[in-house]
């Protein structure tokens, strides 16, 4: 029972003297630390943080001079974050102590100072990426462009500009001074900076600007949390050839790193699509097997470099440029008249591609191509368009003796069997199988069924829908290598015409 007395006695003496020391021995031990957190162009943050913040009232801040002497103290309500202002182009050095009033002593008693931070502008609040930055791309060059107000312009020195080529590190570029704008108007100045391209076929330039200013020969760079991007790809950075049982993708050096590639396949007699195939690859083409015949591809293609998307490229395995470019040359020089009219379809009568056929078709090509290499699918959609637009109908029927390259290319007059009679023509010219079909078509505006000649091609063992003329009228009367529709009218054999 004594040592429980005794023990209490000496915790007791230990509590009265601990309660007797003055708070300003707190004050004299507390530990403040002092760190910039936030800032603009003209001011900044002081975040504090003390053992013992319930004491304080009031916040004492200096800044540092020239000469390594303190500034006189500028007071404020203590707070966990303290805002200092700063001068532009200047680094600025702060400390921090705090005080509060002793009522009991009437003393003011302070803790210690705390360490010394530095703070500068911070630029990047000077204008606004996302609204005043944009960027160009072509073939030769990718350009940044920006906006700075002449207001700002006192905070700043300059700008460093870095770029990222097809998705690689950031490198810098060249620093652009701020009174090297290229152009001005009443409230801005505007700043351009170009990259010499990679590639005169595709490439993604990832450009960041930083803001800086000098000051005692040092240069102070601002942050910089926004990024532009320029993505350039030539129109045709990808191609397809469709073979008889495969489909090759050709792609152009682009400097991507892989190549995302989306394809489904239809099925041109039940009308179905197949699920959506993806693939990525790197290399310079990329094959598809394929059943030409009954089955067309819809193909997709997306470039990356690294994280930066490219435009997507939509293809089509029975494009008619496509199939017309690939499908080897036929050495057939005639052109058969189909009837259709009847129950079963029967040769009507042949039309030879003659010497002066050729020497016309040819004479019409130099006029447009004198001195060039056109492919001949060009050629065959160039035709195509021409009769389209230049040619008018003949009424009066007086082109029914001359030949169809004669009366269309010539004389510039006919009707449906001259047009795609002549269209067949050029087509047997430039190697493909040509017909022209003798069947009846259902009029879409007046529902009356009426004769009619039009043009097919053979294209991997399938017969594609060609017509042309109609005096720019209707383009429900203009098919280039299609496939037939339904309610296009066309009437084969007594039928709505099909694809087989």
């Keep these: 029972m004594k040592k429980t007395v005794k023990l209490l006695a000496v915790i007791l003496a230990f509590v009265m003297s ?38 304080y009232e009031v916040a004492e801040v200096q800044t ?14 203590f707070d966990e974050v303290i805002n200092v202002g700063l001068m532009p182009k200047t680094v600025s050095t702060f400390r921090v102590r705090l005080y509060y009033y002793d009522y009991n002593t009437s003393k003011t008693v302070y803790s210690k100072w705390s360490n010394e931070v530095t703070a500068y502008p911070d630029l990047n609040y000077l204008f606004d990426f996302e609204r005043d930055a944009y960027t160009y791309a072509s073939g030769s ?47 801005s100045y505007e700043y351009k900076c170009a990259v010499k391209a990679p590639s005169a076929n595709g490439y993604a330039v990832n450009f960041k600007v930083y803001p800086y200013f000098n000051y005692n020969s040092k240069t102070y760079l601002s942050k910089c949390d926004d990024v532009e991007n320029a993505v350039f790809l030539s129109e045709n950075y990808a191609t397809v050839t469709t073979k008889k049982d495969k489909v090759i993708i050709n792609f152009k050096k682009i400097g991507a790193s892989k190549i995302n590639i989306q394809y489904s396949s239809f099925n041109m007699k039940t009308k179905k699509s197949s699920a959506v195939k993806s693939v990525n690859t790197t290399a310079a083409s990329y094959t598809i097997k394929n059943a030409a015949k009954n089955y067309s591809l819809d193909i997709t293609v997306t470039p990356y470099w690294g994280s930066v998307e490219g435009d ?6 029975h494009d008619p440029m496509v199939l017309l470019k690939s499908v080897p040359r036929s050495k057939s020089k005639t052109v058969k008249v189909v009837s259709v009219r009847g129950k079963k379809a029967k040769v009507h009568w042949k039309e030879k591609l003659t010497k002066k056929d050729k020497k016309i078709i040819k004479k019409f090509f130099y006029n447009k ?18 009769i389209h637009s230049k040619v008018k109908y003949d009424y009066k029927y007086k082109m029914g003796n001359r030949s169809y390259v004669d009366a269309i290319f010539n004389k510039k007059m006919g009707q449906c069997l001259q047009y795609n009679g002549a269209m067949a023509k050029v087509l047997t010219y430039l190697g493909y199988e040509a017909r022209i079909i003798e069947g009846t078509r259902k009029s879409s505006y007046s529902g009356t069924v009426i004769n009619h000649f039009w043009c097919e091609v053979k ?9 042309t003329g109609n005096e720019r009228k209707s383009p429900g009367w203009q098919h280039f290598v299609e496939l037939y529709g339904n309610g296009m009218g066309y009437i084969k054999c007594k039928k709505p015409a099909k694809d087989k």
Aim: aromatic residues 18%; proline residues 2%.
């Design 141 to 187: 060059q990718a350009v940044i462009y920006w906006m700075l107000s002449k207001y700002s312009i006192k905070y700043l020195d300059g700008f460093s500009v870095y770029a990222s080529t097809n998705g690689g590190a950031y490198k810098f570029v060249k620093n652009v001074a701020a009174n090297g704008y290229y152009s001005t108007d009443e409230y």
């Design 459 to 467: 294209l991997y063992g399938r017969w594609y829908l060609v017509e």
């Design 369 to 386: 191509y004198k001195g060039k290499n056109p492919s001949r699918e060009e050629m065959a959609r160039y035709a195509f368009n021409w």
């Design 18 to 55: 601990f309660s007797s020391l003055p708070l300003s021995a707190f004050a004299q031990e507390a530990e403040l630390e002092v760190k910039v957190t936030a800032g603009d162009e003209s001011s900044a943050e002081l975040s504090l943080t003390i053992n013992n913040p319930y004491l």
């Design 312 to 317: 997507s490229l939509y293809l089509s395995s």
């Design 64 to 77: 540092k001079n020239s000469d390594g002497s303190w500034s006189e103290s500028e007071t404020q309500a």
